[in-house]
């Protein structure tokens, strides 16, 4: 099984305006069709009762997570992702780190993790230079999301795109 650990963010309408704004005629993007916050990719799990027994153990605090501004990833002169940025939230960095830790031993660590909601993946960017101009001109209406739980979810691909499963819902211990 393909695997991740997010956090679900429910307001399709919202991030759907976001991916408008940031669309381009001479770009070719797959468009994400659900919406999350990413804490820990994992990749291709052959065993599962290891990692939920040690989700388990992780507690966290409900927190609210504010949606504030668009970005690319690597660069925007080489766009290959596009999304959505987190505000800086203490109660999401000590989760990633504690899920981190929790599964040490069985995956890496990560080195870069960004706060971030993938809106779109670039399939081929003609130009960098009107791209960066479309994200520079891109209003960001800030969006509160309450947090309450986070998931170890399936990721299955298909015809249709990329399609999504949970596997198991941990909730918040406040």
């Known amino acids: 099984?393909?695997?991740?650990?997010?956090v679900h963010l429910s307001d399709e309408e919202y991030f759907r305006s976001l991916q408008?704004?940031?669309t381009l005629p001479k770009m070719w993007l797959s468009l994400?069709?659900?919406f999350h916050l990413t804490i820990k990719f994992l990749g291709e799990?052959?065993?599962?009762?290891?990692v939920l027994e040690r989700l388990e153990k992780v507690r966290f605090l409900a927190t609210e997570i504010i949606v504030d501004h668009i970005g690319v990833f690597p660069s925007s002169g080489d766009p290959r992702?596009?999304?959505?940025?987190i505000k800086e939230n203490l109660v999401v960095?000590?989760?990633?780190?504690?899920?981190?830790f929790a599964l040490e031993g069985l995956f890496a660590?990560?080195?870069d993790w960004a706060a971030h909601v993938t809106l779109a993946r670039v399939k081929?960017?003609?130009?960098?230079?009107?791209y960066r101009k479309k994200i520079d001109l891109a209003k960001v209406t800030p969006k509160t999301f309450k947090v309450h739980s986070f998931s170890l979810v399936e990721s299955k691909l298909s015809r249709t795109g990329t399609e999504y499963e949970d596997i198991a819902i941990f909730p918040s211990k406040s």
């Open 1 to 6: 099984m393909r695997l991740f650990i997010a």
């Open 20 to 22: 408008e704004q940031i």
């Open 32 to 34: 994400t069709k659900t």
């Open 45 to 50: 799990v052959k065993e599962v009762r290891p």
């Open 81 to 85: 992702v596009l999304w959505a940025g």
């Open 93 to 100: 960095i000590k989760l990633q780190k504690d899920i981190d």
């Open 109 to 111: 660590s990560e080195k």
């Open 124 to 130: 081929d960017a003609k130009d960098g230079t009107d």
